[in-house]
Each structure stands twice: as structure tokens, then as C-alpha cells.
């Protein structure tokens, strides 16, 4: 078989589309392209794998961008206070979950708590972890306004809060480099009076529902907004900016912050009817070290997107956050490199990892699985070939890093999911310099050899282009968007 774009007739699809059923939802074999390099470079090991797997990758019609993202939550009742664009839609979660109630749910990269609390209102129990205080703050406000808020109290304290605030003065904030001048000085200050005023409220769930509204109003109350992986700065905010944004009148704490504890408010009834259950266990921490504390075939089902291998830096998007939550600039940095690895700045775990794991075998078998998988030393060769021409050379370093923790992750789930139990994961491949990398079939592949039975990768029928700068030099060529089902067999 020759290497570069195969033919989709070499695997035996019809070149016709075609219509079939599969998890009861309607999908379609596609004309299956399999994995390029632009560069001429040796594409034999992927294609080698996509052979593998092209008889279960499915375009699912079902499946599109508002379900495998936060768009999906826009105007969800509790998901819509915080927007965590990284978020999946509850309406995913829902039909991936089991069908039959009190089974186990865990979401490694639990984000928002999307899958957690949707399964806890559907009678499961459920885990979470996740290591940005900010998501787990947001699923446990709605957890806590969920399950019997005392509202009375919840009224009485919000309208306490909002009056206190804007009156007197609050201290400064301790700003980091990336935040300075973020806010208008009275803002700052009605902030941290509302801190203030949150800290000697004894109800923990009264506390975390207002700390959570709070947080989500500073974006609109800031001269800033997220864009993609940065924040951009409006000028009024004295830094000298290019492109420039103009957020016009900025909102005062009193209307933001009033506007949301309506909404949060008008929220509870509906809130209270769907997720009741119980109140989800988070963990706040890092996958990496909190896997390894669950006990062996102790989790019916995992439905769960990690971070993408795609350069996004979640302490970047969610410095404003994170500073109101008590981080300084050296805890950012610290909490940076301790995220997944998944940008050009995140350094190898690999060490901590193995100190961590002591004579437990588990990551040395992980480690193994990454170094000798033939399709990721491909890509690092092909990209080690090119280095010179890289924009930024220590993408191959993120590559490198970003399966060897998968592979430590999927190596847990391999362990703690039960047999017959499943893992539903959403994640996007990405391309660096004109290589595709195959997320879906690299991290298939170290499911298969811990345990599971790869069941589908269900593909949008969109993918994602190339950036623009790629597309420029390599052409257009989509990248495909998954939801991989994985299956451990029954006894
Ligand atoms: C794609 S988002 C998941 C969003 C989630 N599905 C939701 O609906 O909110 C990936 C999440 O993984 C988290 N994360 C990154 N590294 C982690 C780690 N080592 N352990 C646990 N969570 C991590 C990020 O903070 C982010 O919230």
C-alpha cells in the first residue's frame, strides 16, 4: 500500500455514501480520507492504524458543533451562569449516559461538571475531577442550588451582597503581570468588597452560589475578553493594544452582578426538578495523581473530552478567574505546568509522574505503550526531521508530552472501569506543520492495549479546518472532530 492519501475504496467503503444505524442514531459511512502528511514525510505507521480502525469511524449526522460544545449549554438553566466555552452540552452527556440509574459516572477532565451533574439529576453517582478551581466551583454551585438551597436565605444574602458591595471601599486586588489594570478602580474595589462580604457567609452552598456569580460576571465587568487563547484588552484600560477591542460602557458590579443573581434565582425551581439526586463528589486536583486513588473496576461508565493537544492554555482564558480565586502569579505559573500537557510551554512529568507511581507498574506500562507506539514516533520523527522550519520547536515536545500522559490516564480507566463499563471521550486531532496527528486512533490504539475494545469513533460530519496560517502552506484539509466509544469486555 502506498503512502499519502489513500483511497477510501482501498478499505472497502463504497465510494457512495451510505446509510446505517448504530446506537440507534442515524449516521453515514463517509469517503474516508485517511492521514496526510503535506510534506511528503512517511505516513506508513498512521495509515497502517487508520486501516485498523476505518471499518468503526462513522460519520454520525447527530453528532454536530452546538452538541459537542458549550453551545449546547448557552441557555441551559445553571450551565448558563458560568460560560466555559471548553464545556460539552448536557444534551450530549444525556445520551451517552446508562440507561439504567445508580451507576458509577466519572469524568476525568470534569471541566464544568457537565457530565457529573447531569448524571447525578439522572439518579447515577457521580465523579469528578478537575484541576481548575473555576470549573469545580461552577458544577458545585449548580450541585448546591440543585439539591434544597435554602432560597429564602439565597435571596436575603444576595440582595445583602449586592448593597454592600457597591458602598465603602474595598482593598486593592493583588493583580498578577497578565490581569494589571483589568478593572476600573471602583469595580475592583465593589469586587473585593463582595469577597469580602462572601467570606463570613457560614452556608457553604449559599457561599459557593454567590462566589460562583461573582466570578462569572468578571469577563463583562473587565476591559477585557476572552478571544481564542488570549484575553484582548480594551484601550480605556491604558495598555496599548493592537487589534483593538472596544467594550464601550462597561457594566457596574451592582447591574452584573444583579442581572445574574436573577437569573441564578429565576434558575433554582427548574434546577431543583432536573438534577436533583445528590451532590457529586469533585475533586479538585490533577487526573495524573487522583486516577490512581479510585479502586479497580469501581466505575460503570466515563463520559469525558479532555483537553485538546491543540496549544490552548485553560490559566491564560481564566486568569481573571483564577486571580479571584486567590491565585497569584507564581501559583498560576505552577498550575499551568500542572494541567495536561497541552501547550508549547508545559514541561515533561514524566519524573514526577514515576516518583508518584513508586513500584506501581502502571505507568511504566503507560510509558512503554507511548514510546513504542509506532504512529506517535512517526509524527515526532517527522516533525524532528523539520524542526528547523517549526514556528515553534517545542510543539514536538507537546506532542510527546501530551500522549505520554494520555497513555497514563487511559492506562487508569483501563484499570478502574469495570468490565462491561464504557468510555464515551469527545476530542479533536490536530496537525502541526502540515503532519496529522491522529488523536483518535493513537489513543484508541492505548485503549486496546488496556483492556477496552474500540467500538466506534463517530465523527462530525464537519471537521475543523487548518488555521489559516496552515492552510496557507498546506492546504485545506478538515481535521476530524470524535466521539470515541470504547468497550471493556464483559468477564
Ligand atoms: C475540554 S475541557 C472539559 C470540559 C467538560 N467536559 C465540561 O463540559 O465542562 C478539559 C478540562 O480538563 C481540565 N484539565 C486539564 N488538565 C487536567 C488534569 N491534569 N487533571 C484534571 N483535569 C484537567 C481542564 O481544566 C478542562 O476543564
Redesign the pocket.
Known amino acids: 500500500m502506498r503512502d499519502g492519501l489513500l483511497q477510501q475504496q482501498e478499505f472497502g467503503f463504497d465510494q457512495i455514501e451510505r446509510d446505517v444505524r448504530l446506537d440507534g442514531s442515524l449516521q453515514r459511512a463517509f469517503p474516508l480520507t485517511a492521514v496526510l502528511s503535506s510534506n511528503g514525510k512517511k505516513t506508513q505507521e498512521r495509515n497502517d492504524l487508520f486501516r485498523r480502525f476505518c471499518d468503526r469511524m462513522f460519520v454520525d449526522v447527530g453528532l454536530n458543533r452546538k452538541l459537542v460544545s458549550?453551545q449546547g449549554?448557552k441557555h441551559e438553566p445553571g450551565f448558563r451562569w458560568f460560560k466555559?466555552k471548553?464545556?460539552?452540552?448536557r444534551s450530549l452527556?444525556r445520551t451517552l449516559l446508562p440507561q439504567q440509574q445508580g451507576t458509577h459516572v466519572l469524568?476525568?477532565?470534569?471541566?464544568?461538571?457537565?457530565?457529573v451533574v447531569a448524571a447525578t439529576g439522572l439518579g447515577h453517582v457521580g465523579t469528578g475531577?478537575?484541576?481548575?478551581p473555576v470549573?469545580n466551583l461552577?458544577?458545585m454551585a449548580v450541585a448546591y442550588a440543585s439539591n434544597g438551597i435554602d432560597m429564602g436565605c439565597l435571596e436575603k444574602q444576595a440582595k445583602a451582597l449586592v448593597q454592600y458591595s457597591v458602598h465603602g471601599t474595598g482593598n486593592r486586588m493583588e493583580q498578577m503581570p497578565i490581569t494589571q489594570g483589568a478593572y476600573p478602580r471602583k469595580t475592583e474595589s465593589a469586587l473585593m468588597r463582595a469577597q469580602m462580604f462572601i467570606s463570613k457567609i457560614d452556608d457553604p452552598a449559599i457561599a459557593t452560589v454567590l462566589t460562583l456569580a461573582c466570578v462569572s460576571i468578571l469577563e463583562d465587568v473587565s476591559y477585557t475578553r476572552k478571544d481564542g487563547q488570549f484575553l484582548r484588552w480594551d484601550p480605556q484600560s491604558g495598555r496599548v493594544v493592537s487589534p483593538k477591542l472596544d467594550k464601550g460602557p462597561l457594566p457596574t458590579v451592582r447591574e452584573a452582578l444583579g442581572k445574574r443573581i436573577s437569573e441564578i434565582i429565576a434558575d433554582i425551581p427548574i434546577l431543583e426538578r432536573t438534577y436533583a439526586g445528590h451532590i457529586p463528589t469533585l475533586v479538585n486536583?490533577?487526573?495524573?495523581?487522583?486516577l490512581k486513588k479510585l479502586q479497580a473496576n469501581s466505575v460503570d461508565a466515563v463520559?469525558?473530552?479532555?483537553?485538546?493537544a491543540n496549544r490552548y492554555d485553560?490559566t491564560r482564558t481564566y486568569a481573571l478567574e483564577l486571580e479571584y480565586l486567590g491565585y497569584g502569579h507564581e501559583q498560576l505559573k505552577a498550575l499551568r505546568q500542572?494541567?495536561?500537557s497541552?501547550t508549547v510551554e508545559n514541561g515533561s512529568k514524566r519524573t514526577s509522574i514515576e516518583k508518584d507511581y513508586g513500584e506501581d507498574s502502571l505507568a511504566r506500562e503507560a510509558f512503554r505503550m507511548a514510546d513504542e507506539q509506532p504512529a506517535l514516533q512517526e509524527i515526532l520523527d517527522n516533525l524532528t526531521e523539520q524542526a528547523h522550519e517549526l514556528s515553534n520547536r517545542n510543539v514536538i515536545r507537546l506532542v510527546k508530552n501530551y500522549f505520554t500522559?494520555m497513555a497514563v490516564?487511559v492506562r487508569e480507566l483501563g484499570r478502574v472501569v469495570r468490565p462491561g463499563g464504557s468510555v464515551f471521550m469527545?476530542n479533536d486531532n490536530v496537525r502541526y506543520h502540515g503532519e496529522e496527528v491522529p488523536v483518535d486512533l493513537i489513543l484508541s490504539d492505548f485503549a486496546e492495549q488496556s483492556g477496552f475494545r474500540c467500538q466506534t469513533i463517530r465523527m462530525l460530519e464537519r471537521g475543523k479546518g487548518n488555521s489559516s496560517q496552515q492552510m496557507g502552506r498546506f492546504g485545506r484539509h478538515e481535521i476530524r472532530k470524535c466521539v470515541y466509544h470504547w468497550e471493556k469486555p464483559d468477564g
Open positions: 458549550y449549554n466555559y471548553e464545556g460539552f452540552s452527556v469524568d476525568p477532565f470534569s471541566g464544568v461538571g457537565t457530565t475531577i478537575e484541576i481548575m470549573g461552577a458544577a486536583g490533577s487526573s495524573l495523581n487522583e463520559v469525558t473530552s479532555p483537553p485538546y485553560y500542572s494541567l495536561l497541552a500522559e490516564v469527545v
